[in-house]
């Protein structure tokens, strides 16, 4: 009964900056590693950033010092800060989570958000 839903996708021109958010609701015990994955068309679906319950961050090198992700356990909700978007990020962003149920650890996917960006 897990469910995360996306929103903060839009349009913006090249320079520009968007910020996605992805919460997380259901019965969670504890939630381990948020991340963000993109996938544009005709690509293979790539992690672009993600970070720890304890804080630790990783970003793949395209988006280095660009992006900026960041977590609110309080909201169960994850961010992602883009700054000087390029046309290249254009792709539909997927929020990732993993979570440690009653059960055992699983990971759910967003519905995914259009991010466009113009040059």
């Known amino acids: 009964q897990v469910q995360l839903v996306e929103s903060g996708g839009g349009l913006a021109q090249s320079g520009g900056s968007l910020r996605l958010s992805c919460a997380a609701s259901g019965t969670i015990f504890r939630i381990k590693v948020m991340g963000w994955y993109r996938q544009a068309p005709g690509k293979e679906r790539e992690a672009v950033a993600h970070?720890?319950?304890?804080?630790?961050?990783n970003y793949t090198d395209s988006v280095k010092g660009r992006f900026t992700i960041s977590r609110d356990d309080a909201k169960n909700t994850v961010y992602l800060q883009m700054d000087s978007l390029k046309p290249e990020d254009t792709a539909v962003y997927y929020c990732?989570?993993?979570?440690?149920?009653?059960?055992?650890?699983?990971?759910?996917w967003g519905q995914g958000t259009q991010v466009t960006v113009s040059s």
């Open positions: 990732n989570v993993g979570v440690l149920l009653l059960t055992g650890s699983r990971v759910y």
């Open positions: 970070i720890t319950s304890g804080g630790s961050t």
